[in-house]
T-cell receptor, first 109, second 122 residues
Framework: GQNIDQPTEMTATEGAIVQINCTYQTSGFNGLFWYQQHAGEAPTFLSYNVLDGLEEKGRFSSFLSRSKGYSYLLLKELQMKDSASYLCAVLDSNYQLIWGAGTKLIIKP | GAVVSQHPSRVICKSGTSVKIECRSLDFQATTMFWYRQFPKQSLMLMATSNEGSKATYEQGVEKDKFLINHASLTLSTLTVTSAHPEDSSFYIC??????????????????FGPGTRLLVL
């Protein structure tokens, strides 16, 4: 079956760095997305990786290893507004989105 | 575990026809269902929110007469794109929110996303 795993909840301190991991087992791979979702709002696109390596975008970076079925989202210089759920989703061979359950990130002052 | 399914996964239709997309929550009752539209590498755009048994609430700019939403039961919501045009071609994603229980844990309100439906209007 198809499966996406990410931690349910993580806690970090304001100003620190946090890494949210995502492992996947899917039928085919056409890219991996990371989204940020604040409570009651629609998910916001953060990144899309289809090739191996690290992509940096400001305070956020996303890494992909296709051979390991692994990705992580790295958040630097954490701010209180980064408290949200972070969703990992993979496009499979049929271009269907397979979603992780999301990681709730709690930022403490 | 809790899963949300969508049918069909992809559909190609002629301009002017209507297309119905089903969204089902499996293993849990969805008190609220959301319909999103996504353009490539962009954020999900919320189209409407529906609660079981009541009329959907549409976001500003979304035509309710064009995108008909029915949430007839706690496990099924449908989105009908009426008189579809090429500009309606997109990836439509539904999401269901309800109370689910992880093994041995308490009931928690959680939101799950469907795999999406690709609509191509010729």
């Amino acid at each position: 079956g198809q499966n996406i795993d990410q931690p349910t909840e993580m806690t970090a301190t304001e100003g620190a760095i946090v890494q949210i991991n995502c492992t996947y087992q899917t039928s085919g791979f056409n890219g991996l997305f990371w989204y940020q979702q604040h409570a009651g709002e629609a998910p916001t696109f953060l990144s899309y990786n289809v090739l191996d390596g690290l992509e940096e975008k400001g305070r956020f970076s996303s890494f992909l290893s296709r051979s390991k079925g692994y990705s992580y989202l790295l958040l630097k210089e954490l701010q209180m507004k980064d408290s949200a759920s972070y969703l990992c989703a993979v496009l499979d061979s049929n271009y269907q989105l397979i979603w992780g359950a999301g990681t709730k990130l709690i930022i403490k002052p | 575990g809790a899963v949300v399914s969508q049918h069909p996964s992809r559909v190609i239709c002629k301009s002017g026809t209507s297309v119905k997309i089903e969204c089902r929550s499996l293993d849990f009752q969805a008190t609220t269902m959301f319909w999103y539209r996504q353009f490539p590498k962009q954020s999900l755009m919320l189209m409407a929110t529906s609660n079981e048994g009541s009329k959907a609430t549409y976001e500003q700019g979304v035509e309710k007469d064009k995108f008909l939403i029915n949430h007839a039961s706690l496990t099924l919501s449908t989105l009908t794109v009426t008189s579809a045009h090429p500009e309606d071609s997109s990836f439509y994603i539904c999401s269901a929110r309800g109370e689910t229980r992880t093994s041995g844990g308490p009931l928690q309100e959680t939101q799950y996303f469907g795999p999406g439906t690709r609509l191509l209007v010729l």
